[in-house]
């Protein structure tokens, strides 16, 4: 679990350079298409620094933002603060801040960049459809993914793919509003205008599929440690199991879900679309796969 753990803080590192790097290099194209010439090298340092490190140290605020979730007192929810203070004093974890999202579709996620900083959200659905064992079980396996640190590969995921594609965009708004074609001008038509204008189109077009690929390339095996790290917490895999088939045999979706959170709840909250193909790009390791392992333990 350790190692586990040492990974993870490695993959946010390199998340973060991959991410920078990226959105470096799709400002600087921007600035060369619509004629900054060098201003784009100090607008690229600028846009770069300022959104990689903005969305590290906001992320939370934003994925509960776009998740509509509400923070919740202990008066206001008792029941639910009563096992996520359990669980925090036996994963060694100071207690997440506790939200609610209002809507019967039962699911949960967890947020923030570090055990300091991090939520635990669940839906009113969640709490009202789960009982004690299998409510447990669930919070259980988010205080996991916030002690191994997944949170903060997931959440610099969401934000930092929302980034490039709004840099992609406005590459590619560049194009109708005649950057690229006066910068070709500007080069006298040469080759190299030519080139970097394609470039441009291309990376503006691919880099939204690139970025999307390494969220869903971010281990799906993060569930079943996750899954497996809940159930010490719990002592009861039983009632994490539980709790997984009744998610997946509940399908109401969530409305406060959208594709750029989805891998952040602890089942998919978008109705899956069936097929072997489609199994490939999920976020989410198989529910039969995940409650087969617990109950295996």
Known sequence: MYEQI???????????LFFLGLIFALTWLFGELTGLGSYGLILAVVIAVAM??????????????????KPVTKQEYPYLYNVVEGLAIAAGLPKPRCYIIDDTAPNAFASGRNPKNSVIVVTKGLLQKLNRAELEGVIGHEMAHIKNYDVLVQTLAVVMVGVVALLSDWILRSFFWG???????????????????????????????????????????R???????????????????????????????????????????IV???????????????????????VAALEKM
């Open 223 to 265: 569930e079943f440690l996750a899954d497996a790290n809940g159930a010490l917490l719990t002592r009861y895999p039983p009632g994490l199991a539980s709790a997984l088939k009744k998610l997946a045999a509940d399908r109401e979706p969530l409305e406060a879900a959208n594709k750029a959170t989805a891998h952040l709840y």
């Open 179 to 221: 950057g690229g074609r006066r910068r070709s001008k500007s080069k006298g038509g040469g080759n190299a205008g030519a080139i970097l204008i394609v470039v441009g189109l291309v990376l503006a077009i691919l880099s939204p599929l690139i970025s999307q690929l390494i969220r869903l390339a971010i281990s799906r095996k």
């Open 52 to 69: 990689t490190f903005g969305s590290y140290y906001a992320s939370d605020k934003i994925v509960l933002a776009i998740s509509r979730a």
């Open 6 to 16: 040492a990974r993870n803080k490695w993959k946010s590192f390199f998340l973060i």
């Open 268 to 290: 998919n909250p978008l109705q899956d679309i069936k097929g072997q193909v489609n199994k490939l790009f999920s976020t989410h390791p198989p529910i039969e796969e995940r």
